[in-house]
């Protein structure tokens, strides 16, 4: 019960596409200056797709949902979910992974290997054997079939990852006011010791800095937003301070002509900016 990743995540995107080993890189498919939303649309196909599919709709308000109930706020983002990983099976590229293949299944099963064996997020600079392990985490966790399917998803359905990053986000987040109908959701502990992974440690930066520069600036941006919330109510157990990191990031965002969604990332790192600010 972790985050990938978005998946997002956590970073789910960059998590994912960071585990490879000994095999060359498969960028993902080119993404337009101005992505379109998932709406009614799918990506380029060099195979035919079943006439009925289409991508499935997720929330475009990066910055807040709508204005409804909590109740009907969970349902939506698990909807969404689903009809994300429904809208997987119908793809040719996802049936020569594997025949019969269910991708929500096979989520669950990644998710429960990630949470079996957390990462250490601070320490390697006093202790050689946390810098050795998180090095190669994720490659004890994840076998190669986990590793070809995330590709597979990220190469063929790279238009719609802002969008899909932010679901998996709000997902992750929910919280206990939340119900988990799957069981699965991952604890506010665990996106913690990843966040902080891919934010503060060598090994987790490692992986992202070897990734194409959106999916790094994704996965730094999320993980950063989960630390700070950590920090904000009280834990942030190995004292990681996102202070640092947010400068360097927004100037990266900034440059960056490739997000649909930049003016809110900037936004929202300028407010947690101003928090730090005001503390110190």
């Not at 009614?40 to 009925?52: L, R, S, Y």
């Not at 594997?98 to 669950?108: A, Q, R, V």
């Amino acid at each position: 019960m972790i985050f990938v990743m978005a998946l997002l995540l956590a970073a789910l995107g960059s998590y994912f596409l960071g585990m490879e080993h000994g095999r060359k890189d498969i960028e993902p498919a080119a993404t337009p200056q101005t992505p379109t939303p998932a709406k009614n649309q799918a990506p380029a196909k060099t195979e035919p797709e079943p006439v009925a599919t289409k991508a499935p709709v997720v929330s475009q308000e990066i910055v807040q949902p709508k204005r409804e109930s909590r109740e009907d706020y969970c349902k939506r983002i698990e909807k969404d979910v689903r009809d994300f990983f429904d809208y997987l099976n119908t793809k040719n590229y996802i049936r020569h992974v594997e025949e019969g293949t269910d991708t929500f299944d096979h989520f669950k099963k990644i998710l429960s290997r990630l949470a079996s064996k957390l990462p250490i997020p601070a320490g390697e600079g006093a202790d050689s054997t946390v810098l050795n392990s998180n090095i190669y985490h994720l490659f004890r966790v994840l076998d190669r079939r986990d590793i070809r399917l995330i590709r597979e998803v990220l190469a063929n359905e790279s238009e719609t990852l802002e969008m899909n990053v932010d679901l998996f986000y709000r997902w992750l987040t929910l919280g206990e006011s939340c119900p988990d109908p799957e069981g699965f959701r991952p604890s506010r502990e665990a996106l913690y010791h990843y966040a902080g992974f891919f934010l503060n440690t060598i090994g987790g930066r490692s992986y992202l800095f070897r990734r194409p520069l959106r999916l790094r600036l994704l996965g730094m941006y999320y993980s950063l937003l989960i630390v700070h919330e950590a920090d904000k109510e009280g834990r942030n157990l190995y004292g990681i301070d996102p202070f640092p990191h947010i400068a360097p990031l927004a100037k990266e965002i900034a440059l960056y002509n490739g997000f649909r969604f930049q003016q809110a990332y900037l936004d929202k790192l300028e407010d947690i900016e101003k928090y730090y600010i005001q503390r110190r």
